[in-house]
């Protein structure tokens, strides 16, 4: 299944459905983080047959984050060899994790708010992991169980903030700059391999298979849950590929009015003008 988070006139949202050409709202649930949260969340998603939207009749910046609000969103760095190698880095033995906050999600097709204090705003295409049920604790074996599916996601960087200090956290977390959509699919109808890619300004600069991850969603849903409890609706954003701006000679950033293009095949595409505020 294809689920997603729409909005409403004013200031509502619903959790959809999304089949073939139109988006069918899944009744009484706000949004996909309130559905995840039900245990059966799957059987009610498939019979749902609230209002119908068509899908070319939906603006495009009706497109909420997937999960507009989830309790954790947990990064991971260095999860691909080209992206370790360019940053000049060796390959880690355990995940590089960081966090992000709910405020910094923003729709596929929104625009990015690039921060006014910040020069060097960077991409990072990255694929997103969405969980469906509480996991503390899961062998990697088991983890796949927890998965609810998979978002394409764009961690948008403010690298001068990054590199402040040793911690990450300052440069990830820059409200309103993080594409989060458009749409969920399913861990029964998604699996590692598709090819992602991230196009600035009509230029890709990123493109790789999914399956080059050092740290598989499986190993990271395990090894996070060792951690901490893992809920329904919480997102790890698994890491990028080479290719950032950062790394490149002379290095290069997103612009005021830069179009940032993401996409993950079978997952969909973002579109985002970078806009300064």
């Known amino acids: 299944m294809k689920l997603a988070t729409l909005r409403l006139e004013g200031a509502a949202t619903t959790a959809v459905r999304i089949d073939g050409d139109a ?3 899944i009744s009484g649930y706000a949004d996909l983080g309130a559905l995840l949260a039900v245990e059966g969340w799957r059987d009610i998603a498939a019979v749902a047959d609230g209002t119908s939207h068509v899908l070319s009749e939906i603006a495009p910046q009706s497109w909420a984050p997937v999960v507009p609000k989830p309790g954790k969103i947990i990064c991971v760095g260095q999860n691909y060899e080209t992206h370790i190698k ?10 590089t994790l960081f966090a992000k906050f709910p405020e910094a999600l923003v729709g596929a097709f929104d625009e990015i708010e690039m921060p006014a204090v910040s020069s060097q705003v960077d991409w990072e295409a990255e694929l997103a992991v969405v969980i469906g049920a509480p996991a503390r604790r899961v062998s ?3 983890a796949k169980n927890y998965i609810a599916g998979y978002a394409v996601i764009n961690d948008v960087s403010m690298r001068d903030y990054q590199y402040r200090t040793l911690q990450w956290l300052q440069g990830k977390t820059f409200e309103n700059t993080a594409p989060f ?4 699919v399913t861990a029964d109808e998604w699996d590692l391999g598709p090819i992602m890619k991230c196009v600035v300004d009509g230029e890709t600069v990123q493109e790789t298979t999914t399956a080059e991850l050092v740290f598989t969603p499986a190993k990271l849903v395990s090894y996070i849950s060792d951690i901490i409890t893992l809920n329904a609706g ?3 954003a698994t890491g990028t590929t080479g ?3 950062h790394a490149r000679t002379p290095a290069r950033y997103l612009s005021d009015g830069s179009l940032l293009e993401t996409s993950i095949e079978g997952l969909g595409a973002q579109r985002n003008i970078a806009k300064v505020v």
């Open 23 to 25: 988006a069918i709202e």
């Open 86 to 95: 360019e940053m000049g880095r060796e390959l880690p033995q355990y995940p």
């Open 140 to 142: 990697e074996s088991d």
């Open 181 to 184: 959509g458009p749409y969920l």
């Open 234 to 236: 919480d997102v790890i």
């Open 243 to 245: 290719g950032v701006g």
